[in-house]
C-alpha cells in the first residue's frame, strides 16, 4: 500500500548554515522538512518558522546523537507520525579544534567517533529497512577535507571523517543495487556558517570572511542546491561523491596549509548543531 503522506526530509545536524537552508531547500521542494539539533531550541524554532513563513511545511527536535537510542527513536518517530523519510541527511560535524596528540583526550576523540561516523551507521541502520521496503531513498552525508587528507592537529576529526567516507562507500556498495542513493559531499572550504564556523572562530570570524574576499566563503544556499540535484538524480546516473569549495580556494589535492588550521580555515567543514 502506497504511503500518500507527504515525503519527509530529516536533517540531523540542522544549525544555520549547510542543515537549515538544505531544509529549507527541501521544503521549497515539496518535502516536510523535520530538523534535528543538539540545542538552542530557539535557534532551531526560527529555522522552522522561517519555512513556514517561506509556505513550506517544516518541524522541528532537539536530539542528542552521542546518546544511543536517540537516532533510532527519532527516525521511528517520524515514520509513525509524519511521513516516510525519503531522503536524510547526516550533517553533524565531529571538530574539536587543532589540537596535538597529548592535548586530544580519549573520550574526546571517542566522541568525534560518535558524532562523526557512528552516528551514520545508526542513522542508516535505522532508516534504510523502509527505504528498501519502499524502493527508493537517499542518504546525505555532509564531509570534510579531513576525510580525504589528515592535518597535524586533526586526529580526532580525521579519523571520524575519513571512518565517514568509508562507511559511505560500503553502505553506497550494499545499497545502491536495492535502491538507496548515497552520496558523501566533501566540503572543502569555510562554509559561512554562524553557529559552527563562526562558534570555533568567535571575534575572527568576520574578519575571516572580509580576508577571504568576495566569494571567498561557500555559502550553504547555494550548496544547498547541490544537496537537492543529488536527491533528484535519476538512479542511471547517480553521483556518489561530490566535493565543493570557493573559486579561490585551491583543491585539497594539491593544496598543502600549514598545521594552523584556524588561519587556513580548512578542516571545519560539515558543520551541524550548535
Known amino acids: 500500500m502506497t504511503d500518500k503522506r507527504k515525503p519527509v526530509f530529516l536533517v540531523i545536524g540542522a544549525g544555520a548554515g549547510i542543515g537549515g ?150 553502505l553506497n556498495a550494499e545499497f545502491g543495487p536495492q535502491g538507496i542513493h548515497v552520496a558523501h559531499i566533501v566540503v572543502d572550504g569555510a562554509v559561512d556558517a554562524p553557529d559552527t564556523l563562526g562558534k570555533l572562530l568567535g571575534d575572527k570570524f568576520e574578519p575571516f570572511k572580509a580576508a577571504k574576499g568576495e566569494d571567498g566563503v561557500i555559502d550553504p544556499g547555494a550548496l544547498a542546491e547541490t544537496y537537492w540535484h543529488l536527491a533528484q538524480q535519476p538512479r542511471n546516473c547517480w553521483t556518489h561523491e561530490v566535493d565543493a569549495r570557493p573559486w579561490t580556494d585551491v583543491a585539497w589535492w594539491n593544496d598543502n596549509p600549514a598545521p594552523e588550521i584556524n588561519s587556513a580555515g580548512k578542516g571545519f567543514a560539515g558543520p551541524g548543531s550548535k
Not at 43 to 64: F, K
Not at 119 to 131: E, I, K
Request: aromatic fraction near 6%; proline fraction near 1%; include cysteine.
Open 21 to 170: 537552508h538544505a531544509a529549507a531547500r527541501f521544503a521549497a521542494g515539496g518535502y516536510h522538512a523535520v530538523l534535528a539539533r543538539r540545542s538552542d531550541e530557539d535557534g532551531l524554532a526560527r529555522l522552522v518558522g522561517e519555512i513556514d513563513a517561506a509556505g513550506g511545511s517544516a518541524s522541528g527536535t532537539l536530539l542528542n546523537a552521542a546518546e544511543d537510542g536517540t537516532i533510532e527513536e527519532l527516525v521511528e518517530r517520524v515514520e509513525r507520525d509524519i511521513g516516510p523519510i525519503e531522503v536524510a541527511l547526516y550533517n553533524l560535524g565531529a571538530q574539536i579544534g587543532n589540537r596535538t596528540l597529548h592535548d586530544t583526550p580519549h573520550r574526546t576523540f571517542e566522541l568525534g567517533w560518535r558524532l562523526g561516523c557512528y552516528g551514520v551507521f545508526r542513522l542508516a541502520h535505522a532508516a534504510f529497512s523502509a527505504m528498501v521496503e519502499r524502493g527508493k531513498g537517499s542518504l546525505l552525508v555532509t564531509s570534510a577535507t579531513s576525510a580525504v587528507r589528515g592535518n597535524a592537529g586533526q586526529h580526532s576529526h580525521a579519523a571520524a571523517m575519513g571512518g565517514r567516507r568509508m562507511l559511505c562507500q560500503t
